[in-house]
């Protein structure tokens, strides 16, 4: 597997925020959002080889039960991730995390893991690239983020949460303000105004620790 970083923290964004997490970072990515906070995972330059024994093992010694898996784009190493997902799960230990950007296959994974997925919106240079059927075969237990940018992101993500039915298809539909960008007051008003059944999912590792930081 190419590993751009392992570490543990406390989970920084999804409804499992705030609790400690080991993060396994993946490393290279399809897609190139304008919006990306881990450019330096987008290639495979810095990777460093593991098998899925070893990321286990990583793992193990680690001390937290909750496990995210991410990137880069996770699924671009498919086979490896299913792998290394029922690998964890077969120990009886761990809930598995997996973040992904939407625009790959998720149906390959253990049924157990639960997807967080991105539906990139038009600020991200990326919208057009995602997978459609990850978002019609959602579980209630998984998760659909929005990074939202400005108003034209916000109206995007409205327009399809009503055109894939996602507050009926999961209980987690989350709105994350683009660092920085966006005006935070402005998009509670308009959450509220609407009535949008959807959570403001801050980044807590960049308020904690600033944008820059890396292994957080």
């Not at 680690?62 to 996770?74: F, K, N, Q, Y």
């Amino acid at each position: 597997m190419k590993i751009h970083e392992m570490f543990t923290s406390i989970q920084g964004e999804s409804t499992y925020a705030g609790l400690p997490c080991f993060f396994i970072r993946l490393a290279g990515c399809n897609l190139r959002c304008s919006y990306c906070d881990t450019l330096k995972a987008q290639t495979c330059d810095m990777a460093k080889e593991f098998t899925v024994d070893e990321v286990v093992s990583e793992a193990m010694q680690a001390s937290p039960d909750l496990i995210e898996i991410t990137g880069g784009e996770p699924m671009m190493q498919a086979d490896a991730v299913c792998m290394l997902a029922e690998r964890l799960l077969s120990l009886k230990r761990f809930r598995i995390l997996m973040e992904t950007n939407g625009s790959r296959d998720l149906s390959y994974l253990p049924d157990e893991v639960v997807r967080i997925v991105d539906y990139k919106t038009p600020s991200s240079g990326e919208a057009e690239k995602m997978f459609l059927p990850n978002f019609e075969n959602l579980r209630p237990f998984d998760e659909v983020k929005f990074v939202l940018s400005d108003r034209g992101d916000y109206l995007f993500a409205l327009e399809k949460i009503r055109e894939f039915d996602l507050e009926r298809q999961t209980n987690n539909i989350l709105f994350s303000p683009a660092f920085g960008v966006i005006d935070i007051p402005a998009l509670v008003a308009w959450m509220l105004e609407d009535k949008v059944k959807a959570r403001l999912n801050l980044q807590f590792h960049k308020y904690i620790w600033g944008p820059a930081r890396e292994g957080v």
